[in-house]
Structures are given as structure tokens and as C-alpha cells.
């Protein structure tokens, strides 16, 4: 049967204000509301008179809130304890996390096994701990030789009793049995999103196996199971759609049938909001398929914190109509929140694609309830633990058939006192798996739950009135009418008082990528000369791309005289610029950022097919250099303000800041615009004329960039563009005329623009240097393995392994080292190697010929000798280089920074951390650092040691952001002050005190003016 429905679309993050004008219409007539409010108290006293009931998870998550250090501690504990292999490191988890807590005073007053328990354990474990650390020397020495053992069992046993709440099963059939005689179950198969095909297919098998069990078991009637389709592939994301549909849909086709055969349910979960769209289409391409004619169970899950839910449940109810059969529709309130929010302000959006208010998910939750009971073919299963929703539905029901729905280890008294005033079935999500992949899923359901505004978190605290856990969100929203978390900025403004945050694209949005790209491929056709802002008798040459070798444009590089004419007409439009109010030429800046933003498509034409930039990063590296316009341009009015300074009576001091002359701007191949433009918008904005000398490989993205600020307002004499190889930048950094140099590229380089300003007559000429590094991530047996895959791959392989920031040695703690390198060599190879105008590309070329002839060859040398872990596969034609993992014996096996897509793998013992960090400091280069623990003393020592100038702990070591992560290093990775951040521009200045004897005329007319 053909799809032959539309794909889904709505608009992906609408403001909250308009859409709270359609939810508030909707609100319920005064006497449906007065009938909510009265079952709304009837169930919850129900549960409260039920207090042993209610306990279990409610009544831990009040005794350890999340607001409280010993909640903080628990949820860090139940996240990674489990997984720690090793003694060593566990004890010092443990002592890391309980030695600030008070874990003895919530055994005292919890009435619930639960939460004694785990008070009980940790409690015992904390007092251990104390022993151990106490000043006599007979209490410590008899906690070291008895309290370890006990202090792990303690915390172990605490973790379990935790997870035994949690986790229905640890097998399928074990979750079968325990099912048998308890009504409606829907089965969750525990684990993280496939990284490499083989999670892939594990997590297919584990689906199969259970669909089967549930088939042949008559222990749970009418049962169904959750999938969730980033289990399923690895790299389930927007711009790998094609390879998705193709390769996902027939998974989800096979389990669909194989549930249709069994008679079992099959309901497809909710995820992140940039894989909507792309799960609405594996969706429906799968429900479309003939073989599934006549089944009526299949499903799918809906957030209703997603801005986009109405529009979810009408885009199914139309694919019900449309294959004339009955879908399940599971209406969640949502999971992902601080992730939805944190993704949005990262990509720039205009807006939210959630709710900031949970009053305003309450409202969109029973709108999307009405929703659901309007559409005849969608079956609607409510999955809530809150009593004012489970009022609201059963008020708003009027006998339309549905079921609720909860998870399993919360709800019961709830569920009990429903089921015991009406007859409607509840069934019990109930996940199945080991204890060890409760982790991330038990975090979730804490983060979820614990939240302050959360009413799980508030129904077993008797001090919480009834009025304040049942208040109408619809009054919450209306009067006063506020739709939005007042504490939480928009995208766009994360960043102001200072500077606006910069326009990005969500690609999970077809719309908005298709707009994109469609813009793209017009900026495609052009193909610019770049020339020199003097006449040079340079011949005009070719352009190539590293992609394939075709010319995209040319160039004619700057000559001896065109050299001499530019300095010339820089210097003497110093002067003139410098006299130019801060005012204005921070105006100019911040038109340049809208002209780049405005003319993103040319820009990301350009860096793709001349620097080979995927999509990604092309649209990032606009971004930034938007930024680095807006900010420094901010700086500016900040820093060129005449200052007041303090001295005695009669004397009046003031500081003010200049330019310093002509700055030499020379930049990198790497990030051709941003790192170009944040050279040139700094020294601009402090009052220097410049001349900038782009990377050999790349001047065509740098000529736009100079037009474009010339068309921003930048006098033509101010900004001189000399394009050329090193000996233009050479005559550039030794001309008389030359008054600093800012610099981004190799250390060899550097040294050599520092050896020629040291030997400049006259002035003592600043340098501005970044030099990359050999940057290390140091990884512990706390961390968790999958993210510790994507950090990894994120950090060394992105772009290439092109940036200074890149991953190049990583540094595994041995306990962990065999299956983290697995798994990330297995992510590594589902990374797909080519054209990077193509969408579906992860990584594009290197930048010439000569690095792939560079790289070649190390990497020969290390297959040679054994050191190859893990090989890619690359096109033969054009500059590309597979990604590679390389192993070392000893950190100081790598002599120098290896620059593009290869990654070095060492590993280390547990005791050895900070010998370990000694020995990265000791070799020289402090640009970024990596950190993946859950260990918070490693993350403050490693602070105070600071080895690197950028240190980024559980996440990855690139992308730094304009103003909130300062980017640069120091000893062998650059000068200092870090580009991006509150000190870079004084370095582009001069400073001047002027001091005013105010008294000279006789006395001093302030002082003695002033009152008694």
C-alpha cells in the first residue's frame, strides 16, 4: 500500500504566547471544572489515607529532593555505581558523593523500605568514610581495614534496592511472571541508543525475543512493548534521513509484524524533539505497509511539553483514517526538557520547541486529551501520576473508551484509588533489563519526578496543601497571564545584556533545513576572484576544492608593491579610524554580523566547497563568526569609555584606550571566516586599521568576508585584504609599519613571526598567538561509555580532526579501556566519509593534498609497527582521510600534534590520575582538555592544576562559544588573552592616563564647595 499522506510538518518552535491564546480558549466550563476539582480531591486524600502505598518512589524523591545535597548525591550514585568495575575508583565515587551528605536523618523520620534502605546503606557508608578520614589513628586505621568491603556492599545493596523499584524484571521472563494476575503491562526494554550496528541489532534481538515471550505467555493479558527507534540504528538523526528510511523502516516493519502475529501491542516511544519528524515518517511508511492491514496494535507515544503535540495527534489521526484501522496513542507530559532547552539556545532557534511552564504542558496535555477522544480511530492511553490530570480526564471522558497509563514503582496509590471509584483499566509501564542499564532511565525518572514543581515529588508531603498540588493551570497561565518561565531567557538572549545570540537552524525541522539548502544551492552557481585591496602583478590562480580538484574560483595574490601600497594606505588611515567614536565602530560590527546572518547561504557555499566544511559545521562557523562581530563590538563600547580613576583631592585621573596602528591579521585554513573575522572585528573595534592575510588555501571565504565589511561600513583604506602564501606574511609581520599581529596556525610558524618582531627596530610589537596542541581527554571507569563514544567521536573527528581544539589523545582508565575503544571504533565506522555537500556526511576532506600525503604516511608508519586499532574506509578520489585509532604504549609515544581524523588511545591505572595529568602538563601545549568522570574532586583538581587553557569535563573539547567559553592556550598553544573573551581585545590597545592637578589655580574649588 502506498504512503500516500504528506510527511508531517508544523511549525517547529512557535512562541508560547500564541499559543497559549488557543489553549486558554479551550478551557473548561466552570461546572467541568468544579467536577475536576472535586475528583481531584477525592483521589488525592485517597492516596494520602494510603500513605504506606503512596511511599515507595514518592516519598523517597520528597525525603531526597533533588534541591537537597543528599538527592544531588543519590541520582549521581544511582546514575554510575553500578557500572564501576574496579575497587579503587568506587571508593573514591563513594567518598566523592557521600561525604557532604546527612544520609542518618532520613532513616529517622521515613515511614517507607524504600527510602530507609537506602538511608540505612548510605548512611552506614558515609559513617565509614568519616571513620576513615577521623584524626585517630585506631578509628581510621580500623575503617581502612574494615570499611571498604562493607562501604561498597553498603552503597551496592542501596543502588539495588533502588533499582528493584524501578526495574519490573531483569529478564523478559522474569517480568512475565511477575506480571501474571496484575492486570495491563507494557513492556520497556532497557538500554541506551545503538552507537554501532551491533547495538543495533542487539537491541533488535531483544525486542524480537521479547515480542515472542509476550506472545507465547499467558501471564500478562492484552500486554504490549515499547521501542524506541534510536535503539534500532545508529545514527538516527535528521540529516542521515535517507540511510534511516531505508535501513530503519524494514526493522520496525519486522517487529511490527512479528508483535501482529503474537498479539501484542507495539507502541513506538517519544524522543527528542529533532527526531519528530523523522519518527512520524519511519512511522508511517511502516504502519502503510500491507502486511499490517487488519491489526489494530500498533501506536506511538506523544509529549505534551512539545509545542507540536496537537498537531502530532491530527497528523495521526489522519494516517488511522487514511489505513482504516484503530492507532494507540500514549500521551506523556515528556522527558527531555533540560536537554530540549539546552539544544534550542545551542542551535540558535527562535524559540522553544517546548513549554517553559508546566502549567502551560498541563493545559497542551488536556487539550491534546480532547484530541484524542475527538478522533474515533486514535485509542487514547493517559500516562500520568498526577491526581488534578487523572481528574480532568475522567471529567472530560464522557464514557469514550481509554486506559491510563504508569510507570512502574510510581503511581500505585493513585492508580488504586481509581480503579477503586471507576472502571477504567490502568495498565503499568514496566522496564525489563540488568541493573546496570537501569542507569540512564533511572537518572531520567528522578530528574522527571524530583523536580521541585513536580507533584510526584510533593504528594507524600502532608505540609503541601491540597489547593497548591490541585491549582487549575489554566488560572496559573491566565491571571496573571504569564506563558513563559520568567527565569528563563529565550534563545536569542541567553547572551544579552552583552550581545544578541546568533540565528542557527534546527536541521530535525524539514521546513527550515529545506529553506537552507534550497538558499545553498543558488549561492552555489557563483564563483568569485579574490583580489588583493592593491593592484598586484601576481598571475591570477585557480582555486581548487579538496573535495574533487575542480576549480571553484581564483585569486591573485598580493605582490611587493601591492604589499607596500597597503601598508601605506592602512597606516595612514589610522588616524581617522582611531578618531572614529567607539560608538560607530561598533555599529559597523554589528551591521557586519547581520550582513553574515544575512548572507549565511554564500558563505556556507563557499566554506563547503572551499574548505570542505559539512553542513554543520559550515552553518556553525557563520554562527560563530556572528558572534565574535556582536561581542567584540560590545567589548568595545565597554573598554573605549573613558574611565574615572581614583587619587587624592585635587588631582582628577582618567584612563582611555586606543588603537595601536596597523595590525597584521593572519589566519587559518581551518576556520577560514570565523577565526578570519574575529581577527579583523577585534582589532577593528579597537581602534586599528588592519590588513589581513588569509590562509593560502582558503582566500576566497575571507575576500567575502572583507567585502562584506567594507559594505558594513568599514572604510576601504582601514581594512586591507592581502591574500598570498607565507612570504606575504612574512613582509607583512617585518614592515616597518606593522604595529601587532594577531595569529592563529602551526607553532613553527609563530615562533618565527616572533623571532622577526623581536628584531624590528623601534617598537615593541605585540603578538597574538594561538597554536593548537596535542589535546588530551582523560577517562575514568565512572563514566559512561556511550557518552563517553559520542564525546569522543564529536571531539576528534568532526571536521576532519581540523580544529586546534581536536581530540588527539585519549586517555582510558584500563578497567574500561577495551570496551570504550570497541565501542567508539564501532561508532566510528558508522560515520559516513565524502562529498560534504552532501547532508548525509559526517566528514569531508582535508584541506590539500600535501596533509593527506602527511597524514598518509604517519599512519603507514603506524600500521607498520602494530598500532592501528581501528582503520576507516575513504574515497579514493579527492583529499580524504578516513578516521583512524592509533594506540599508544606511553603518552609520550606521540612526539607532535598529528592534525586530522586520528585518534591516539593510551591507557592509564587508577591510581595514576594525577600523575597522570603531570605528565600532559609537562609536555608544553595547554589548549583544551577533556574530562569524563563522575568524580567531582577530579574535576576541581583538575581545575587547580589547570593543564590546558580550555577544560571541558563530561562533554566535548570543541565548539567553544563567544563570550561563555573563551578559546586559547598558553605555554606551546598560543600568547593569550583567549579570542572570544573579556580580555582579548586590550591587547589589541594602547593605554593612556591622563592626571589633571585640579588645584593648579589656586585651591580646590570641589573640595571646598563641599557640605559639612
Not at 539546552?342 to 517553559?356: C, H, I, M, N, S
Not at 490530570?389 to 491510563?404: G, N, Q
Not at 488504586?416 to 472502571?423: I, L, N, S, Y
Not at 585509532?885 to 591507557?907: A, M, S, Y
Request: net charge negative.
Amino acid at each position: 500500500m502506498p504512503h500516500d499522506l504528506p510527511p508531517f510538518s508544523a511549525p517547529y518552535a512557535p512562541p508560547d504566547e500564541e499559543l497559549a491564546a488557543v489553549l486558554l480558549a479551550g478551557a473548561p466550563k466552570p461546572s467541568l471544572a468544579a467536577e475536576t476539582q472535586r475528583l481531584g480531591r477525592e483521589l488525592l486524600s485517597a492516596m494520602r489515607a494510603a500513605h504506606s502505598d503512596i511511599g515507595g518512589v514518592e516519598d523517597f524523591l520528597h525525603e531526597f529532593s533533588l534541591s537537597s545535597r543528599e538527592g544531588l548525591a543519590v541520582m549521581a550514585l544511582a546514575e554510575s555505581l553500578l557500572r564501576v568495575p574496579d575497587d579503587a575508583t568506587l571508593d573514591r565515587l563513594l567518598a566523592d558523593r557521600l561525604s557532604a551528605g546527612e544520609f542518618d536523618r532520613h532513616k529517622a523520620h521515613s515511614e517507607t523500605l524504600l527510602t530507609q534502605a537506602c538511608a540505612f546503606a548510605l548512611g552506614l557508608s558515609t559513617r565509614l568514610i568519616a571513620a576513615e578520614e577521623s584524626p585517630s589513628a585506631i578509628a581510621a586505621d580500623l575503617a581502612r581495614r574494615l570499611g571498604a568491603p562493607a562501604l561498597r556492599l553498603a552503597a551496592r545493596q542501596a543502588m539495588r534496592v533502588m533499582g528493584s523499584h524501578f526495574v519490573f524484571g531483569e529478564t523478559i521472563d522474569a517480568a512475565l511472571e511477575r506480571a501474571r494476575g496484575r492486570g495491563l503491562h507494557s513492556f520497556d526494554m532497557l538500554g541506551e541508543a545503538a552507537r554501532m550496528a551491533e547495538d543495533a541489532e542487539r537491541y533488535f534481538s531483544a525486542y524480537a525475543e521479547a515480542i515472542r515471550a509476550i506472545g507465547a505467555s499467558d501471564a500478562a493479558r492484552d500486554a504490549g512493548i515499547s521501542v524506541k527507534l534510536s535503539a534500532l540504528h545508529p545514527r538516527y538523526e535528521a540529516i542521515s534521513r535517507e540511510r534511516v528510511l531505508k535501513e530503519l523502516t524494514p526493522r520496525l516493519l519486522e517487529l511490527a509484524r512479528l508483535a501482529k502475529s503474537e498479539g501484542v501491542q507495539l507502541t513506538v516511544d517519544a524522543e527528542e524533539a529533532d527526531r519528530l519528524e523523522l519518527s512520524l515518517e519511519v512511522f508511517a511508511r511502516a504502519l502503510s505497509d500491507g502486511s499490517l492491514v487488519g491489526w489494530n496494535g500498533f501506536g506511538l507515544a506523544v509529549q505534551a511539553y512539545q509545542k507540536r503535540a496537537a498537531a502530532v495527534i491530527d497528523y495521526a489521526a489522519a494516517l488511522a483514517e487514511s489505513r482504516s484501522r484503530r492507532l494507540n496513542v500514549r500521551l506523556v507530559k515528556g522527558a527531555y526538557w533540560d536537554s530540549e532547552i539546552k539544544r534550542a539556545q545551542e542551535r540558535g532557534l527562535p524559540d522553544y520547541p517546548v513549554f517553559t511552564r508546566k502549567a502551560m504542558t498541563d493545559i497542551n496535555y488536556l487539550a491534546c486529551a480532547r484530541r484524542l477522544f475527538d478522533a474515533p480511530r486514535l485509542y487514547p492511553q493517559f500516562a500520568t501520576h498526577n491526581a488534578l490530570t487523572v481528574a480532568s480526564i475522567l471529567a472530560e471522558a464522557d464514557r469514550r473508551p481509554f486506559e491510563f497509563q504508569r510507570l512502574h514503582g510510581m503511581g500505585e496509590a493513585l492508580s488504586e484509588a481509581t480503579r477503586e471509584r471507576f472502571a477504567i483499566p490502568w495498565r503499568v509501564y514496566a522496564p525489563v533489563g540488568p541493573h546496570r542499564d537501569l542507569l540512564a532511565y533511572l537518572v531520567r525518572r528522578l530528574i522527571e519526578n524530583g523536580a521541585n514543581s513536580s507533584f510526584v515529588a510533593r504528594a507524600a508531603d502532608p505540609a503541601t496543601p491540597p489547593e497548591v498540588l490541585l491549582a487549575d493551570p489554566y488560572e496559573l497561565i491566565a491571571s496573571p497571564k504569564e506563558t513563559r518561565n520568567r527565569r528563563l531567557r529565550a534563545p536569542a538572549d541567553i547572551y544579552r545584556p552583552l550581545r544578541a545570540n546568533s540565528k542557527g537552524v534546527e536541521f530535525g525541522e524539514r521546513a527550515g533545513l529545506d529553506a537552507l539548502l534550497t538558499e545553498i544551492e543558488i549561492a552555489r552557481k557563483l564563483r568569485p576572484t579574490a583580489l588583493p585591496s592593491q593592484p598586484s602583478h601576481k598571475e591570477r590562480r585557480a582555486c581548487r576544492s579538496p573535495i574533487d580538484g575542480k576549480e571553484i574560483g581564483s585569486v591573485i595574490d598580493s605582490d611587493g608593491k601591492s604589499i607596500e601600497a597597503a601598508m601605506a594606505a592602512a597606516q595612514h588611515s589610522f588616524d581617522s579610524w582611531a578618531a572614529t567614536s567607539v560608538v560607530a565602530r561598533a555599529w559597523v560590527l554589528d551591521r557586519t554580523a547581520d550582513l553574515i546572518e544575512a548572507r549565511r547561504a554564500s558563505f556556507i557555499a563557499l566554506l563547503q566547497e572551499e574548505a570542505g566544511k559539512t553542513l554543520d559545521d559550515a552553518l556553525g562557523e557563520v554562527r560563530e563568526a556572528a558572534d565574535l562581530c556582536r561581542y567584540y563590538a560590545a567589548q568595545a563600547r565597554e573598554l573605549c569609555t573613558e574611565t574615572a580613576l581614583p587619587g587624592p583631592t585635587g588631582e582628577a585621573s582618567s584612563l582611555r584606550r586606543c588603537g595601536r596602528g596597523v595590525f597584521v591579521c593572519v589566519s587559518p585554513w581551518n576556520f577560514p571566516l570565523a577565526i578570519f573575522i574575529g581577527q579583523v572585528a577585534a582589532a577593528l573595534a579597537a581602534g586599528n586599521s588592519a590588513i589581513a592575510k588569509p590562509a593560502e588555501q582558503t582566500p576566497l571565504v575571507a575576500f567575502e568576508a572583507v567585502s562584506l565589511l567594507h559594505e558594513a561600513g568599514v572604510p576601504q583604506d582601514v581594512l586591507q585584504f592581502a591574500p598570498g602564501g607565507g612570504d606575504v606574511g612574512a613582509a607583512l609581520v617585518e614592515h616597518p609599519c606593522c604595529a601587532g599581529v594577531v595569529f592563529t596556525g602551526s607553532l613553527e610558524v609563530a615562533k618565527s613571526i616572533n623571532r622577526a618582531l623581536a628584531q624590528k627596530p623601534g617598537a615593541i610589537v605585540p603578538l597574538i598567538a594561538e597554536t593548537g596542541g596535542v589535546n588530551a581527554m582523560i577517562v575514568d571507569s565512572t563514566a559512561l561509555p556511550e557518552t563517553v563514544a559520542d564525546d569522543v567521536l564529536t571531539s576528534a573527528f568532526r571536521s576532519a580532526g581540523q580544529r586546534c581544539s581536536a581530540l588527539r589523545v585519549l586517555c582510558l582508565q584500563e578497567e574500561i579501556a577495551g570496551g570504550c575503544t570497541e565501542l567508539i571504533a564501532g561508532a566510528a565506522a558508522q560515520l559516513r566519509i565524502g562529498d560534504p555537500r552532501d547532508l548525509g556526511v559526517h566528514l569531508g576532506p582535508v584541506i590539500d593534498a600535501e596533509a593527506k600525503e602527511r597524514l598518509e604516511a604517519y599512519l603507514a608508519g603506524c600500521a607498520a609497527r602494530g598500532r592501528i586499532i581501528y582503520a576507516g574506509e575513504a574515497p579514493a578520489a579527492g583529499c580524504f582521510v578516513a578516521p583512524h585509532i592509533v594506540r599508544l604504549d606511553r603518552l609520550e609515544d606521540l612526539k607532535e600534534e598529528v592534525f586530522g581524523p586520528v585518534l591516539h588511545v593510551v591507557r592509564w591505572r587508577a591510581e595514576a590520575f594525577d600523575a597522570l595529568v603531570e605528565a600532559i602538563a609537562r609536555r608544553g601545549s595547554g589548549l583544551t582538555m577533556g574530562l569524563e568522570t563522575r568524580i567531582e574532586r577530579r574535576r576541581h583538581a583538575l581545575g587547580a592544576m589547570a593543564p590546558a587553557g580550555n577544560i571541558y569535563v563530561n562533554r566535548n573539547m570543541i565548539g567553544a562559544a563567544v563570550g561563555g567559553q573563551p578559546f586559547g592556550g598558553f605555554g606551546l598553544s598560543g600568547t593569550g588573552p583567549k579570542a572570544g573573551g573579556p580580555d582579548y581585545l586590550r591587547r589589541f590597545m594602547r593605554e593612556i592616563t591622563v592626571t589633571v592637578n585640579t588645584a593648579a589655580a589656586g585651591g580646590d574649588a570641589g573640595l571646598m564647595a563641599m557640605e559639612d
